[in-house]
């Protein structure tokens, strides 16, 4: 018998894992879900940042039995009906990535900055992901793919 039952991308999955094991570990090798990366595992980067109730958390130190009955999106469940999310588009048409590692927490930790601020000012936007890593980018091309995401809103 399943563990947990977990909401994830709007449907339900049955998890046979402890109550211990981090949300990205059953995101990434359960459930086949690798959009959410590992990068530092002690929630300090930003690779594997997943949305739990709207709001951006780290999926590397967030046990999953803390989560019955809490939607949770990932990177993989913001297209809708074969449309990319606004930010993700953003991040196609302004370069927002090089290596893409850092790309799907940027984009979800977005996701929240945009809802909490429809049209935050360059500084809101690199507080906003400043707790995200990126060793490619040097963050401008982050910050016009956000600006890009909030006008398209």
């Given at each position: 018998m399943?563990?947990?039952?977990?909401?994830?991308n709007g449907a339900?999955?049955?998890?046979?894992?402890?109550?211990g094991?981090?949300?990205l570990t059953?995101?990434?090798y359960?459930?086949?879900?690798?959009?959410?990366?590992?990068?530092?595992?002690?929630?300090?980067?930003?690779?594997?940042?997943?949305l739990?109730?709207?709001?951006?958390?780290?999926?590397c130190?967030l046990p999953?039995?803390?989560?019955?009955?809490k939607?949770?999106t990932?990177?993989?469940g913001l297209?809708?009906?074969?449309?990319?999310?606004?930010l993700q588009?953003?991040f196609?048409?302004?370069?927002?990535?090089?290596?893409?590692?850092?790309?799907?927490?940027?984009?979800?930790?977005a996701v929240?900055l945009?809802?909490?601020?429809p049209n935050?000012?360059e500084?809101e936007?690199?507080?906003?992901?400043?707790g995200?890593?990126?060793r490619?980018?040097?963050?401008?091309?982050?910050?016009?793919?956000?600006?890009?995401a909030?006008?398209?809103?």
């Amino acid at each position: 018998m399943p563990a947990f039952t977990l909401r994830i991308n709007g449907a339900s999955h049955q998890i046979d894992g402890a109550a211990g094991d981090t949300l990205l570990t059953v995101l990434r090798y359960e459930l086949g879900l690798t959009g959410s990366k590992y990068g530092c595992g002690a929630g300090l980067c930003g690779a594997c940042t997943v949305l739990v109730a709207g709001a951006a958390v780290r999926s590397c130190t967030l046990p999953v039995g803390s989560l019955a009955g809490k939607p949770i999106t990932t990177i993989e469940g913001l297209a809708a009906d074969g449309q990319l999310h606004p930010l993700q588009e953003g991040f196609w048409e302004e370069h927002g990535l090089q290596c893409g590692f850092c790309t799907p927490g940027m984009i979800m930790t977005a996701v929240t900055l945009l809802k909490d601020n429809p049209n935050p000012s360059e500084r809101e936007i690199r507080e906003g992901i400043s707790g995200n890593f990126c060793r490619c980018t040097g963050y401008q091309h982050i910050v016009n793919a956000i600006q890009h995401a909030a006008k398209k809103r």
